[in-house]
């Protein structure tokens, strides 16, 4: 030891302890601040894997709390993370009274809030979400594989189709549906027009998705009246989340075109179905719903007189009280994806959490969990939103399983990798087809962070 090292020993043994512990801790907040500052620099939350299936590493959402609180200001007294049931959920119809147009405000959202239940889709809110509502690494590899699939097949006009270039496509055309549903994949993990490594496929797909929105605000030209309005309310969910995200004010008359359109063309039974204003059923009603939730996000003006009507159509297909949902009135049998759906379409008009009808029907969905072998991609879309949005144990039980299968199942090699096959599915064999089935299977797989639950955030 040299002279200067038998110095600094001294100096360090002699040293009181209150100095050494100023020291050190010092030394501590300096190294965690470079940290936090290159961290926010590079936009990345770091998180911890604690645990592996049989696929993939499961992250670790200790941090992931305070990462949340972090990125959304949730100090901020507009915002609240609730532990206890909500009375208001995130973006629920606000319980005001109707202008005399029959019209109300969006929400109470202040305009620096608009779109925050979107926010989990940026780059250090996802990673943090998707640990602390168990996505895990190959969730994360799985959706991203499925963008690359969908970037493969955009065509040289910006739009997509359901018939091809690839295998397993669909029997009947439909690009409006086709390019809604890419672009709510690409949406759904974070990529715009303005950033996102896909920005040039979304600004393609907006170029021309816009181009076939008539003066009414309708999208869908085609031939097929049974695709007309769920194409439409696909598109109408797109719109509203493109301009809720990015409050680009090119997109904002455009979906509140699509909002004053979806009202004009109710049925009168309170829904929607395949022609505007005429008849209603819950498949195409649940699109409409989730249009006019994103709207909600939005802020754009929603028809609350619309949304009551809506409760009333659900009303008439609902057995048990509400706990299960039939296709029609007319029909006798509920079924596990009329349920789910109809579940849905409770939360975002207002069910709370701990409605004893809700948690009927969500023991039932758990009773019909994700079997390979017995395939409806539709109904495990719905089902995965309504338990996502529940949390808890029933998220816990269903999620399971079904970050397990789902990435398990997605082609690996040759030219349709990063997808899903339609083979075998209930619905994508009988027109939905390979992009229908990768689009629904790639929204579960973003479910983590596409939505924040609306039980745990809310506005006050």
């Not at 002699?14 to 050190?24: E, I, R």
């Not at 949902?325 to 409770?346: H, N, S, V, W």
Request: negative net charge.
């Amino acid at each position: 030891m040299d002279s200067r090292e038998e110095i600094r020993a001294a100096a360090i043994k002699a040293a009181p302890a209150w100095l050494v512990s100023l020291v050190f801790h010092t030394l501590l907040i300096i190294m965690f601040a470079l940290l936090y500052i290159g961290g926010e620099a590079a936009d990345i939350l770091t998180i911890k894997a604690t645990y592996a299936e049989s696929l993939g590493d499961q992250l670790e959402d200790d941090t992931a709390q305070a990462a949340i609180r972090n990125r959304l200001n949730i100090d901020d007294p507009a915002f609240a993370m609730a532990d206890e049931p909500v009375d208001d959920p995130l973006a629920a119809p606000p319980n005001i009274e109707p202008l005399l147009d029959g019209y109300s405000p969006a929400s109470t959202l202040q305009a620096r809030t608009i779109g925050i239940a979107l926010t989990g889709r940026e780059p250090g809110m996802k990673d943090a979400l998707l640990g602390k509502y168990g996505g895990n690494a190959t969730t994360k590899a799985a959706v991203q594989r499925a963008l690359e699939w969908l970037k493969r097949n955009q065509l040289r006009d910006g739009l997509w189709s359901l018939t091809g270039p690839y295998s397993g496509g669909a029997i009947d055309e439909n690009k409006t549906a086709a390019t809604a549903m890419a672009l709510l994949a690409f949406q759904g993990d974070g990529h715009t027009h303005k950033k996102g490594e896909y920005r040039e496929e979304v600004a393609r797909a907006w170029k021309a998705l816009l181009a076939l929105q008539d003066a009414d605000g309708n999208f869908y030209h085609g031939e097929h009246d049974s695709q007309r309005l769920y194409s439409q309310g696909q598109a109408m969910i797109a719109v509203c989340e493109i301009y809720g995200m990015t409050r680009d004010p090119a997109f904002r008359a455009p979906a509140q075109k699509t909002v004053d359109y979806a009202a004009r063309v109710q049925a009168e039974e309170g829904g929607w179905r395949y022609r505007p204003g005429f008849d209603s059923d819950t498949s195409v009603t649940g699109w409409f719903v989730m249009g006019f939730q994103s709207a909600l996000m939005a802020g754009l003006n929603v028809p609350q007189t619309t949304l009551q009507r809506v409760s009333k159509f659900l009303d008439s297909v609902a057995v048990m009280g509400g706990s299960y949902y039939k296709y029609q009135p007319i029909r006798r049998d509920f079924t596990p994806a009329m349920t789910a759906e109809g579940l849905l379409c409770r939360q975002y008009l207002g069910w709370r959490r701990n409605d004893p009808r809700l948690a009927e029907g969500v023991a039932y969905l758990l009773e019909n969990p994700i079997n390979w072998k017995d395939r409806d991609v539709y109904y495990w879309y719905y089902a995965t939103q309504v338990l996502h949005h529940v949390e808890g144990d029933a998220w816990d039980q269903w999620n399971r399983v079904m970050r397990q299968v789902i990435p398990e199942n997605q082609e690996s090699a040759g030219p349709e990798a990063g997808s899903w096959s339609p083979t075998g599915d209930f619905w994508s064999t009988r027109g939905g087809g390979r992009l229908y089935t990768t689009c629904l299977s790639t929204y579960m797989l973003e479910v983590y962070y596409r939505h924040l639950p609306i039980y745990s955030y809310r506005l006050e």
